[in-house]
């Protein structure tokens, strides 16, 4: 398929900024992308209706979409219902990222229902299981999903808390889906791309460390305050 073509071993940005960040904005997040295609990016990951309309319009890369909602009672918030489906393919996505773990969705659905629903919905849309451990990995391309990221790895109560990216998870996996393996989460620097795409991942998303000036700034602004605090106490 031509889109999964399109981003093999690539770098995929996530251009994302949430309603109590700076750059939050439709028109930010289009210049955003856009910046990312001219530096050679090959996917852009969108979050928001909005947001994926005015990306769609200022870029020809392929768009990863979904749509961050909390329901009360429900931890999963990645294009967690149906809805969010819709409006995530309604606004020009090439492929819809949801929420994959083994936590309940809101309606008291399963992965598996949703999957099921967005299939025969939209049959011609890639769907990609956003995990955060070895057995749901296995379990999203059993179930039948187009792409297995990594994104939630260290983001739900039980799976490991580590400061970088989980090099293992993604290294088991690529050794045994057959579907393509997205690398993302906590990745940093190229090398760290790098080492990803070297275990087996089929391509990488990188986020904060391109397009959350915010982050980025605060990384250079802790690491000199410590620097400069340890050189006072020689």
Sequence with gaps: ????????????????????????????????????????????????????KAIRREVKLPI?????????????????????????????????????TKLIK???ISTKD???????LYPNILVMADISTYNEGIEAENLGF??????????????PKIDGPDFELIERLSKVLKVPLIAEGRIWTPEEAIKALELGAYAVVVGTAITRPQEITR???????????????K
């Excluded at 329901?71 to 995530?88: F, H, L, Q, R, W």
């Excluded at 949703?114 to 025969?120: D, G, H, P, T």
């Excluded at 187009?146 to 799976?159: C, M, N, P, Q, R």
Aim: hydrophobic content about 40%; overall charge neutral; some cysteine.
């Design 219 to 233: 990384r250079f602004a802790e690491s000199i305050r410590k620097a400069v605090k340890y050189a006072g106490a």
């Design 106 to 108: 809101p309606g008291d």
């Design 114 to 120: 949703l999957l099921r629903e967005i299939k025969k």
């Design 146 to 159: 187009d792409i297995v990221s990594t994104t939630l790895s260290g983001y739900t109560d039980y799976s």
């Design 1 to 52: 398929m031509k889109v999964l073509d399109d981003i093999k071993n690539g770098l995929i940005v996530s251009c994302q900024a949430l309603s109590n960040e700076p750059l939050y904005s439709p028109f930010i997040m289009a210049k955003m992308a856009k910046a990312a295609e001219v530096g050679g990016a090959v996917a852009i990951r969108a979050n928001g209706y909005e947001d994926i």
């Design 64 to 100: 990863i979409g979904l749509i961050k909602k909390n329901y009360e009672g429900y931890k999963p918030y990645i294009t967690p219902t149906i809805e969010e489906v819709s409006a995530v393919v309604k606004a020009g996505a090439d492929i819809v990222a949801i929420d994959a």
